[in-house]
């Protein structure tokens, strides 16, 4: 048989056993190894091991005996810190041990950030006082209470070989089996991502989409998980233990997800928590309840920095087919329940947080329209393409993962080209504060204009479909960037590479936020211009309801001349003039060697370079010349030569 792997994917479990000193460590280990108890055992033990056919998982254990002394300390928190599990050791017939473990060793485990599952273990249960006889349920269950880490409590004698060989299989289970991802011991009920988990494989399962699993169903799904098929007897068998306890979890067709979901639950109560992770590993998942690294094809995404990644047309039809299948009602209003309900198949919503909740323009009736549905897919397959086409897989995406999206090319080569073929821009948006960067933002997003200023602190995203004309469509992601945080961003070199289109915001009746934004178009136009990623840039005068400062012709006409690019654009949001700018940021991002500003720096610089360049031609011209003329002489002197 091959060798089996935990699902950390190690070739063994480690298990420490710590606690008080004499407590029984040393025996507990020899005992179980030896299957013998030994009356002389030494103080501390080298590591032991339990070979891979000593219990049903065959993965082998290495079992590491530690000291308590003081002097030991450093070395005891070393060996912990390496655990697959920790085995807590206290003597029955001496209750100070036990108080010991919630006083001292558990706070410690917790100090030395180790999460691993916990064993407590009471030793030496036979020379317990008679007189003191108390339930170990009684005595471990306040423990428990504050340490949920500790994943099963258990007696032992090694003396009398009472339960020895279960101390190392519960510490073994603990950690290629644990309890705690997929069951709350608390409200006796399976965690939220388990069901989730579990609702993905139930409609995977359900081939024909009836909503239950048949026999043939149920059998497949015994094939696939367990190599073995069930037979009738035992498919009759399963349906009746759930119809007795649930009734809705059985129908005329079969076995329903309610039934499905109270089956692994009732494995997970009986112990038999090995089933239900067996199914989880079958179909990808890991200790995490998340899809296994290795199904996501991270080479896919593999970019220069100035590249980015786009979903394919057969992900967005995908999504269009999913859109369709939950908007129930065909309002083009996908609810936010309805959208819950989408990656109800998924470990969480990937949009309940930044920067994803809220970057959409939300419907009247606060839910997204099917071009939202996809801006919202677009952005995060921009940001984080591995969690795009994962959550796609976990939506039910049929195809190749790695088909599902698309690295666009690189925009030096656009720029040479003259034509991004692009679908996705990323707009960063910069300026000073109070300048209209948010009210801007907000009305990309379709909400209303407010008088009361917030400042943003934190950079934030909004991304929206922009139709251009013909009909055509493309997707435009604005990244709101704080004043303060503009320093920051331009502090490492590839900074502005994921940047289409860099746009500058002032407020237009103030002089000072006209000077500030005008820095900031410098500086970002230098930085381009140092680190080859010049990006085509555009100034918005906001405010345009408000009367221009003085001289704000004259300035803005010579800034624009002297770098380059188009004149400020004027706009309103409390009007609601936008002077069709987004249209105009899309434009202008869709050719990148237009609109690139030129500082003084750059301007010398290419000055500088034209200069050598003309040098070196003038260098070559003579050069050429010179070979020319002495092949001349040379033509003329073998002529003389001859007629001599």
Known sequence: MAKSLNPEGKTGVRIVVAGDRGTGKSSLIVTAAADTFAANVPRLLPPTRLPEDFYPDRVPITIIDTSSNPEDRGKLAAELKRAD????????????????????????????????????????????????????????????????????????????????????????????????????????????RCVRALKRIFILCDHDRDGALSDAELNDFQVKCFNAPLQPSEIVGVKRVVQDKLVEGVNERGLTLTGFLFLHALFI??????????????????????????????????????????????????????????????????????????????????????????AAEKTALGGLSLDAFLSEWALMTLLDPARSVENLIYIGYPGDPSSASRVTRRRRLDRKKQQSERNVFQCFLLGPTNAGKSALMNS?????????????????????????PGGIK??????????????????????????DIAVFVHDSSDESSWKRATELLVDVAGHGEDTGYEVPCLIVAAKDDLDSFPMAIQDSTRVSQDMGIDAPIPISSKLGDFNNIFRKIVNAAEYPHLSIPETEAGRSRKQYHRLINRSLMFVSVGAAVAIVGLAAYRVYAARKNASS
Request: hydrophobic residues 35%; proline residues 7%.
């Open 269 to 358: 109560e009986k112990g038999r928590l090995e089933t239900t992770w067996t199914v989880l590993r079958k179909f990808g998942y890991n200790n995490d309840i998340k899809l296994s690294d290795d199904l996501i094809p991270h080479s896919s995404f593999k970019r220069a920095p100035d590249q980015s990644v786009e979903l394919t047309n057969e992900a967005i039809e995908f999504l269009k087919g999913v859109y369709e299948l939950f908007d129930s009602d065909l309002d083009n209003n996908l609810r936010p329940i309805e959208v819950e309900d989408v990656f109800s198949t998924a470990p969480e919503s990937p949009w309940n947080d930044a920067p994803y909740k809220d």
């Open 85 to 192: 599990a920790v085995v807590l050791t206290y003597a029955c017939d001496q209750p100070e041990t036990l108080n010991r473990l919630s006083t001292f060793w558990l706070p410690e485990l917790r100090q030395l950030e180790v999460k691993v599952p916990v064993i407590v273990v009471g030793c030496r249960l036979d020379l317990r006082d008679e007189l003191q006889q108390v339930s170990l349920e009684q005595v471990m269950s306040p423990i428990m209470q504050q340490f949920r880490e500790i994943e099963t409590c258990i007696e032992c004698s090694a003396y009398k070989h009472i339960q020895i060989p279960e101390v190392f299989y519960y510490a073994q289970k603990a950690v290629l089996h644990p309890t705690g991802p997929l069951f709350d011991q608390e409200s006796q009920t399976l965690k939220p």
């Open 444 to 468: 990309f997003l379709g909400r209303p204009y407010s008088d009361s200023y917030s400042p943003t602190t934190d950079e934030r995203y909004a991304v929206n479909v922009v139709e251009l």
């Open 474 to 499: 493309k997707t435009l992601v604005l990244r709101e960037i704080p004043e303060d945080g503009v320093r920051k961003l331009l502090s490492t070199k590839d900074s502005l590479a994921a940047c």
